[in-house]
């Protein structure tokens, strides 16, 4: 019963997401694709909305540390590691470099 109840309440919080971005109320949708991660932390697709959405917002930090987290998960390619190289630019956490080094190694 648990199993069932908790893939419906991942359901429900991916169609809140989605609605409340085209309805434009951006702080439900973050509320709701952060409470996603908490219930399921390999969600790449909530975590890479709201890496796009603080990045979108210039706060480089919050993104930064969700990109980090896909390398912490191993759910990251050459693409994601190439926005974390960005993203820790941009928040002043390191040159990018060694992020760079990793991406090219994976082409």
């Given at each position: 019963m648990d199993e069932y109840f908790d893939h419906r309440h991942i359901r429900v919080l991916k169609a809140i997401g989605s609605l409340a971005v085209e309805s434009e109320k951006n702080e439900l949708a973050v509320a709701s694709w952060h409470t996603l991660l908490e219930v399921d932390p390999l969600d790449d697709t909530s975590r890479q909305l709201l890496i796009d959405y603080y990045t979108e917002k210039e706060l480089y930090e919050q993104a930064y540390e969700l990109a980090y987290e896909k390398v912490e998960l191993q759910q990251y390619s050459a693409s994601s590691l190439k926005t974390l190289a960005s993203l820790e630019q941009l928040s002043e956490k390191g040159d990018g470099k060694k992020w760079l080094?990793?991406?090219?190694?994976?082409?």
């Open positions: 080094l990793l991406a090219d190694s994976l082409n």
